[in-house]
């Protein structure tokens, strides 16, 4: 197969990448480098069915020629994450939104339609009350702070823009709720908890944990994330739906924290951050977010490799890993 991943340089856009190589597909992906990085895809850029655009998505003129002859397009590029959208939420409009439509007018010319898959998140259920998130929920973004939501906003909107195009024009798409994830290449300083906590019991430094850690979050590793966006992107039966994507094993942040330090056999201390100093005045954390993924188990028969403790561990020995050879370069050893 021919696949197209924008944003595929991020943390799961290669991962995506790496499973399609390793099945015998020919991947172009294209990514601006804002986020994400060469080194996620150092070790392919040299392979024969791998090849590499560094564009932004919403100019890109190679968009409509990179587009043809392509059996799937996994729609990745975005700006990512709360935090980062409350920085510049002006990006959130040009690459998310922008960037959404571009990609879907380039697919409507084009001639053999593609299968289509687009990220969008779990942050779109906002407040949702319920223990477990369904796609078939209402969704409930409180009105008080106009761009906390702007990233479930724009995500939102990336659905409402592909459903519109596929319907009219007639190509397989599927939307999904991507939640938490975690794995080898995120990195830790946009803020993400996991790598944040990995990093911090490794290197003996405070475990911090924001607000009083009641909060909960279900983390998936990447490596069965992108399995399952490559099972729901080829399956005919998930054509025109929307579908959670994560793990569905919950932990508080609290709990989360005592288990790195615990995995990670560190002395660190957890400290308590309170919200309005790790996020600013007026954040509104989600207080538990946890997937119902009946619909993904009932589609592709999908079943998780990685539990949360095997992740950690896996994540604290490459960050021991990464330290040692930098210690060692900072030594003059390599
Ligand atoms: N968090 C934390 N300490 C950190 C980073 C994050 O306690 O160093 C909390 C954060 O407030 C949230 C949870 O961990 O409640 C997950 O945060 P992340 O940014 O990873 O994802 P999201 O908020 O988008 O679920």
Redesign the pocket.
Known sequence: MNILITGGAGFIGSHLAHLHLQKGDRVHVVDDLSTGRRTNIALLLGHARFTFSEADIVTWDGLDAAIHGIDRVYHLAAVV???RTLEDPVRVVKTNIAGTERVMRAIEKSSCLPEVLIASS??AYGFNPRPTFRETDDLLLHSRDRLRWCYAVSKLTDEFIAFSYADKFGFKLTVVRLF?TIGPRQVEH?????P??VQ?AVTGRP?????D?S?T?SFADVRDTVRALDLLAGNPLAAGETVNVGADQEIS?LA??ELVRERAESDSEIIF?P?HE??GEDFE??TH?RPCLDKLFQLTGFQHQWSLTATIDDLILRARAERGLLEAKELGLS
Not at 190 to 194: E, K, R
């Open positions: 994450g709360v935090r779990s942050e938490n946009y803020g993400m908890v996991v944040n906590f911090q475990i911090t944990v924001y607000g850690g909060q979050r942040i989360l924290a951050i919200y790790a996020y954390d989600i977010r």
